[in-house]
């Protein structure tokens, strides 16, 4: 039943999404005041974007919502001061965002991530492995952290002694409100700046000695001629990468799996009919929708719903609430392998800043569940899961499970 009032909660509050994301409020505010403006404690407050046809709106029309002007988060410092965080490719507006766009996406193919599907097979049947024998793990920290981690640094070239260290450094930039990931403020900027000089120093060997990985490939003139990213460039993407592409991709799988534990029937018919696969992995995406909101800025005074949206003001486009739109998704509450899709908002409303790394964290997510599904097809819960304190990202920190034990594939 919809409240008949608007439920009280405060969208800022990372507290407001300890128990997951607070679907009631978004489902009243999608119905009744689809541009909402909410106050936040240290600005003027936001307007809250719910409804998918407007998410998707915004995202696509650049020209009005920047990205650039005030970033993508509610605070325009946050770890990073606005500033620095303007050379990455998610806080540029075209035409910058489109030649570093293209630079990119010329040099990170369809085939190249293709290409990666047996390395991706290969390191989640180990990331298994590690675990079968013991029939009890830590599956977001054991399991699904550990495939889009080797991913990013093999796909980046980074070597195998330091991969736990760019995992610590990507842990503490993009666990912004969680103290039991970071400290404080500090510590966020002291990981940002080593693994920005890390991600520079590798630039630089890559330049002087190319080997067969994206920074090498990046770091290249194009045969047409067109020019090479610079080492900062370089650096600037190793980073959104590194966030990017590595808690998102392991809290969706986290959501997955705790999805198909809660829904046995339906983990017992993609067990048996594996064809099934792309469509749930899809329906996990929505599901999970692990970003729940990046902001624009109006750069120019604009009507949306009756309302008036200011040049300047903080606009934020939830995509949690446009992948639970009941105009797009019938019973959006419901988790369904079978639903048909048009569409879904986890990867963005379908603008120019869509996410680029979508076929590869498809890939991962496919691979991932196949071999889960082979492998551990019984697993549950076994104990409380901890989930991470953002109002950004809807994360899993720790998810206990057991299944029954067997035999590792690989000495
Ligand atoms: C399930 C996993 C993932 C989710 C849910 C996700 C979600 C998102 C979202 C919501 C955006 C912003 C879209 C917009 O503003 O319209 C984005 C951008 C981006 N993502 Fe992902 N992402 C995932 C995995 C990855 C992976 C694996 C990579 C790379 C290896 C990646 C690289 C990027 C990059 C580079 C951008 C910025 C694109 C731009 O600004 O032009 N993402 N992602």
Known sequence: MMPTTMPDVDLVDPDSFADGVPHGL??????????????????????????????????????TFSSYEKGVFLEEDTVLPLDFFRQSLLVMDPPDHTRLRRAIARRFTPKTIRDLEPR?????????????????????????AQLPLAMICELMGVPHEDREQVFAWANKISSFDDPSVRADIDDGLI???????????LAEKRLAEPQDDLISVLAQPES????????????????????????TTRHTTSHGMQALMDHPDQRQELIMDPALMGNAVEEILRWGSVVNYFRRTPMRDIELHDKTLRKG????????????????FPEPHTFDIHRSFSNQYAFGGGGPHFCLGAPLARMQLRVMFET????????????????????????IEHMPIEFTPADRLNA
């Not at 990981?191 to 120093?201: G, K, L, M, T, V």
């Open 313 to 328: 003001d903080a606009v934020a486009i939830y995509y949690c609430s446009a992948n639970r739109d009941e105009s797009e």
């Open 372 to 395: 889960l599904l082979d492998r551990i097809p019984d697993a549950t819960n076994a104990g409380a899961v901890t989930r991470l304190r953002s109002n950004w990202m809807n994360g």
């Open 191 to 201: 990981a940002f700046e080593e693994s920005y000089i890390y991600a520079i120093e």
């Open 224 to 247: 047409g001629g067109e020019e090479p990213l610079s080492e900062i460039e370089i650096a600037n993407f190793f980073q959104l990468l590194a966030v990017a592409g590595n808690e």
């Open 26 to 63: 978004f489902d009243w505010l999608r119905r009744e005041e689809p541009v909402h403006h909410h106050p936040h404690p240290e600005t003027e407050g936001f307007w809250v974007i719910s409804r998918a046809e407007d998410v998707a709106a915004i995202s696509k029309d650049t020209k």
């Open 120 to 144: 991706i097979r290969q390191i989640t049947s180990d990331v298994v492995d590690e675990v079968i024998e013991r029939g009890s793990c830590d599956f977001s920290i054991d399991v699904a």
